[in-house]
T-cell receptor
């Protein structure tokens, strides 16, 4: 159990367009989901924490108007990169946590390339 | 945001040897310390994790040693195999995960 999926796995878009990435917990209810960003050969950086039904909490330096997060249900969170630019190209990874357990289950990631 | 420091950056080990990766943290509020393995183009996969009230945890070939007073923890991979070649991240959390910079492990046959 404890599987997290992401869709799409890869996306290429033109500069100025918006891209939506979905994160789903397939076999459990995720009270909290997290979004991370990873540049090539670099570590994962926490972008934001989202709790179902409430506004996301963004890390310092992450633009909330740029990276819109919605956690509409206990199994789905979405990250929308608005007006994407080449510098937004990155590997975006979500994770999900059930109840107040420590363990987070990570999705397979989404590779975003902005031309 | 680099609240967890990890070393070494890269590590080469012979097959059958022991791989050791070290991490240090600053925030004493952290209450969960996992290690993740990541292959290129994939999400991180949990290897083993420990809580601060335990000094050591072993699962198969993987062992975490935890020193609360020194705010340090390490991963030992016994009998390292070429299939273990990957990037390893330590992390610490109180909510969202704070990751170390990663260690690229190469196990030579």
């Amino acid at each position: 159990g404890a599987v997290v999926s992401q869709h799409p796995s890869r996306v290429i878009c033109k500069s100025g367009t918006s891209v939506k990435i979905e994160c789903r917990s397939l076999d459990f209810q995720a009270t909290t989901m997290f979004w991370y960003r990873q540049f090539p050969k670099k570590s994962l950086m926490l972008m934001a924490t989202s709790n179902e039904g409430s506004k996301a909490t963004y890390e310092q330096g992450v633009e909330k108007d740029k990276f819109l997060i919605n956690h509409a249900s206990l199994t789905l969170s979405t990250l929308t990169v608005t007006s994407a630019h080449p510098e937004d190209s990155s590997f975006y990874i979500c994770s999900a946590r059930r109840d107040r357990a420590n363990e987070q289950f990570f999705g397979p990631g989404t590779r975003l390339t902005v031309l | 945001q680099q609240q967890v420091k990890q070393s070494p950056q890269s590590l080469i080990v012979q097959k059958g040897g022991i791989s050791i990766i070290n991490c240090a943290y600053e925030n004493t509020a952290f209450d969960y310390f996992p290690w993740y393995q990541q292959f290129p183009g994939k999400g991180p996969a949990l290897l083993i994790a420990i809580r601060p009230d335990v000094s050591e945890k072993k699962e198969g070939r993987f062992t975490i040693s935890f020193n609360k007073s020194a705010k340090q923890f390490s991963l030992h991979i016994m009998d390292s195999q070429p299939g273990d070649s990957a990037t390893y991240f330590c992390a610490a959390s109180k909510g969202g995960m704070r990751f170390g910079a990663g260690t690229r492990l190469t196990v030579k046959p």
